[in-house]
């Protein structure tokens, strides 16, 4: 058993829910105090972000930073989840498309894009999952949202019977379904598309460089202390102790941070205190990690 606050980054196999990942580490971590940082899909691998311990709390604002992903689309077939575990819902030919075709409306949708999720997701609808809905036989209609994709690359594509499969990678903020992707560049060439491979290779600063599967981690638990986990994820900012002793307490301080959004506060001997986000006069608390 563990009481050291930290992260577990996983290497997901395919066919688990991220529930299934987090009921498994709890066994290994002897507590009940461990969450995810943003769900894989059962069809998905890769790096899934757990939080064990006071580190949970930690994961809240982990799901908000940038993620990656592998995927490889299939155009030609629509399906009724956007990805492989649904049921087929049209087929058209799409083993024709010209390349260059396809990388320009691939094109068109990086940079800051209005994404409609795809109506399988976790998203509530009227304190209903809209994954629910569309189980009970119900419509779903969900609205866009704004999401970023940094970058959108296409590694190689290849004729599969009458389809045509193309292996992406990604680069995209948080709340960007990879499966929507594959929905609209088979919408707007009119040939239907979906995934068939999804694969996260980072969230935030940890890429798969630093995940375990978990028949490793059952050999030993690999824990990221929490203190190195924040001045990977966010700007470190180190304090003197008077600077210290007012974030313990949660008070604003007036410190100026350099840049935008949240940044992870130290004392002086390195302990992780706190994240705070800068204001007109300084900076102000937005969780603090000790008492």
Known sequence: MTDAPGLVIVDKAAGMTSHDVVARV???????????????????????????????RLLGHLMLTEKAYDATIRLGMSTTTDDAEGEVTATTPAGFLRPDLVDAELARQVGEIMQVPTAVSAIKVAGKRAYQRVRDGEEVELTARPVTIHSLEVRDRRVVEDCLDVD??????SGTYI??????????LGVGGH??????TAVGGFDLSHAHTLEELADGLVLVPIAEAARATFGGVDLDETQAADVRFGRPIGLSLPGTGEHALFAPDGEFLALYEPTAGGARPVAVFVG
């Open 26 to 56: 709890r066994r290994l971590a002897g507590t009940r105090k461990v969450g995810h940082a943003g769900t894989l899909d059962p069809m998905a691998t890769g790096v899934l972000v757990l939080g064990i311990n006071r580190a949970t």
């Open 168 to 173: 992406i990678s990604v680069r995209c903020s």
């Open 179 to 188: 499966r929507a992707i594959a929905r609209d560049l088979g919408a707007t």
């Open 195 to 200: 995934l068939t491979a999804l694969r996260r």
